[in-house]
């Protein structure tokens, strides 16, 4: 009967329910449980709104900068993606699972497509063992008085990534506010050679339980001699020093970055899509 009454917005005092849903599915759940764990439910903390069709054991979709659908049946991807549609777009993109995030584009493309990009096939990966190639020991964590040093790197990578300059619009302020955030909370690593960075990734997001990696980049000079694959692994060590299980997911048409990531010795877990809005 609860199913009749539509799509409501979860507050603070359905967290410890949102939570127990999530660590059913703590990697592919990473980048919204870290948000919750540290900021509750409050759409204003947590940069979203929570939404649930029938209680949150049952069916979970985060709506903010990415619409994130995170557990569910057809028919509640369905009332989602249709709730989304009923108020303007926030968000840049929907990702998730791709048996949920794919259906919800099916629903939502006729109201917000056509899209930018449809990265329908991105293998969710976990290093849950020792890394199989030494990792890198000249990487590190990169210190606030570097940013300037590491910021052309982490642009470089962006636009590889996302085929978009994260200047554009405020002349690049806010990403250099986010890469300043995630240096100052430990969470850049690099390996930087006579002042300049050849090696970079962050830990975008992070739970509890789980470190996703992401912005894994090369400088183009020195790529095919390792050093993405040692940096990476050097990365993994880190978050699973943290008590952290190290994640990341991949373009399937990467065939370069899926064979390195092979080589430390991440295994498939899951498969994510990513659809990317203009």
């Not at 603070?12 to 990697?27: E, G, K, M, N, T």
């Not at 554009?168 to 390996?191: H, K």
């Not at 390792?226 to 399937?252: D, I, K, M």
Request: hydrophobic share 40%; proline share 6%; glycine share 10%.
């Amino acid at each position: 009967m609860l199913k009749l009454l539509g799509v409501r917005s979860l507050g603070d005092r359905d967290s410890a329910a949102v939570l127990r849903a999530l660590a059913r599915d703590p990697v592919a759940a990473c980048m919204v449980a870290g948000r919750v764990e540290e900021f509750g439910l409050d759409h204003r903390r947590v940069g979203g709104d929570m939404w649930s069709r029938g209680g949150p054991e049952q069916s979970l979709c985060f709506s903010g900068a990415n619409l994130i659908p995170l557990l569910g049946n057809p028919d509640d991807i369905r009332a989602f993606a249709e709730r989304a549609v009923r108020g303007p777009r926030l968000c840049s993109s929907v990702v998730g699972r791709a048996e949920y995030a794919l259906p919800m584009w099916e629903v939502l493309e006729p109201t917000w497509g056509p899209p930018r990009e449809v990265r329908a096939e991105q293998p969710l990966l976990v290093l849950d063992r020792e890394p199989l190639v030494e990792p890198d020991r000249q990487v590190r964590r990169v210190r606030p008085e570097e940013l300037d040093a590491y910021l052309p790197a982490a642009i470089s990578m962006f636009i590889e990534e996302v085929g978009i300059d994260p200047r554009s619009g405020d002349g690049g302020a806010s990403y250099r506010r986010r890469v300043a955030s995630l240096i100052t909370a430990g969470r850049a690593w690099a390996r930087f050679e006579h002042g300049e960075v050849v090696f970079k990734a962050e830990v975008g997001s992070q739970s509890s339980t789980v470190g996703q990696i992401q912005g894994v980049w090369v400088d183009p000079a020195r790529r095919g001699g390792g050093l993405g694959t040692a940096g990476t692994a050097a990365v993994g060590v880190a978050v699973a020093a943290s008590g952290r299980l190290p994640s990341l997911y991949v373009n399937s048409f990467n065939v370069h970055a899926r064979a390195a990531y092979a080589r430390v010795g991440f295994r498939q877990v899951a498969t994510f899509s990513t659809v990317l809005l203009d």
